[in-house]
């Protein structure tokens, strides 16, 4: 089932600027994992904005579930469907404690007390935010502070969850365990995740990659398609993720490795194999 | 460098105070105030200090919290102490050289005087320092809501004071990093005439400011994909539950506020 449908999407700031989409068409399946990478200036995180109607675009359309973004009078509606993920942690977290934070959509909707009481602590649970319900934003960590961001996403229980370079200012430890969560998600709840990235090592997890350059589409599909496609990336201005490089190094000099095998654990236990066998 | 800036002074407790309503406490220190500075008759004074004792006993805060924000408060104590010491012309001289005299009504009209500033020093640092700077929010959120009726928008007006409060210790960071990197490029705070110390500062707060718009309007994203519309049919996650205790406290000083008010009719002072 299509979750979300961009036909024909345009899109500029100001009248007088220039194009910032051109002709976007995209369609994303229910429960799919998708990453948009593109290098800075490509246009992709004006694109995540449209997802919930935060950006409306100037001809074409964008279909949340079948309701149009154009309408002001569905925004509200799209906007429960649809949880984002911000860039800087520190700028969206508007509660004074975890779990304010984490009730701000609910009360934003009129959520009753009782019921919201027990979504705060669900979500809480999930996100293995467990005793640190009463910490403040400022003595978390960067990993921390994102999955509470998160946690207030999923309280809402949307269907789509967007990540807008979420991970692009954790450091290493952080960006893993916030990418843990969000696979879980995907995984366990069946939930339609979108993340703009321009770390590809973390595009190489999701179901399907779209490339953009320039506030266009410039390639759609499986990762490990996309990755091994060296023009695409060179037009792109991407560096394919090392494992990639390596595993074609490897072909290179005659070592029998399939492209297919893209996680780092795969890699290392098949070079252990021929090792052995060598 | 910026460890000793204390942002509501707020002293972690379960004491009686603490426990107690942050609209009680706000009324409490409400009636307290109007009513010490409306009569000047000892009775007055007697009972403001009966009731900052007990609230002090109640409060549990050890003295040196009080003495730590108290530096500039004893200025300006003294400041009042001995402008009536020497401004004040009643009674009988007590002390007299060739360029001032001292008299016993100054002596009674300062000591008077900065009892009260102290008392009501002490009173209002209770509040501050029983009641964290959100729950404090949340008591006059709800106090302001009669204001409500006269177009002053309350919810707005609360909701800016708690992002304002949430963001304190994320500029004070900030402004930590941004010296270390004026520093790091060769800046001097802290030699140098005071013109040129306060010259260095302009390099701090312009990228402040830069930083803080920047983090306003992705705070303001974020609060609209989160789906804020304003304060109409919000629901609140933290509940104020008024208890007995808050009404008796409230009872308590609104008895004051009535013995003050028979003795200034009655005093005529």
Known sequence: MEIIQMNNVYFRYRPSDKLVLKNINLTIQSGEWVSIVGHNGSGKSTLAKFMNALFTPIEGQVLVSGLSTSNVNNHTLIRRKVAMVFQNPDNQIVGPTVEDDVAFGLENCGVPYEEMVQRVQESINKMGLNGLELSEPHRLSGGQKQRVALAGAISMNPKILVLDEATSMLDPTGREEVIRYVQKLNRDENMTVITITHDLKEAVLSDRMVVMKDGAIIGNGLPSALLTNKDLLKQARLRQPFIYELVEALTCRGVPISVGQISEEELVKTLCKLQQQM | ?269
């Open chain 2, 1 to 269: 460098m910026l460890d000793h800036v204390i942002i509501g002074q707020y002293v972690p407790g379960k004491s009686f105070v603490h426990r107690m309503d942050p609209r009680a406490k706000l009324i409490c220190l409400m009636l307290f105030v109007v009513f010490l500075f409306i009569s000047r008759h000892p009775f007055v004074l007697i009972g403001g200090l009966i009731l900052t004792t007990t609230a002090f006993y109640y409060a549990k805060i050890p003295l040196r919290f009080y003495i730590k924000g108290m530096r500039f408060i004893v200025i300006i104590i003294l400041f009042t102490f001995i402008l009536h010491l020497f401004l004040t012309r009643e009674g009988p001289a007590i002390f007299s050289t060739p360029i001032f005299t001292i008299y016993l009504g100054g002596v009674t009209q300062g000591g008077f005087m900065a009892t009260r500033l102290l008392v009501l020093f002490i009173m209002a640092s209770l509040l501050t320092l029983t009641t964290t700077p959100v729950a404090l929010t949340d008591g006059l959120e709800t106090l302001m809501k009669p204001l409500k009726k006269l177009g002053v928008p309350t919810h707005e007006l609360a909701f800016m004071m708690s992002i304002a409060l949430r963001f304190i210790p994320t500029l004070l960071d900030e402004t930590a990093k941004i010296i270390k990197a004026q520093r790091a490029r060769g800046a001097n705070f802290t030699q140098g005439s005071l013109w040129n110390r306060l010259k260095a500062v302009i390099p701090i707060f312009i990228p402040l400011f830069v930083q803080s718009f920047k983090r306003a309007e992705d705070l303001a994203t974020a609060m609209e994909a989160r789906g804020y519309e304003g304060g109409e049919g919000r629901t609140k996650f933290r509940l104020l539950t008024w208890l007995k205790k808050d009404t008796y406290a409230v009872i308590v000083f609104a008895l004051y506020a009535l013995i003050v008010l028979i003795v200034k009719i009655g005093g005529g002072n």
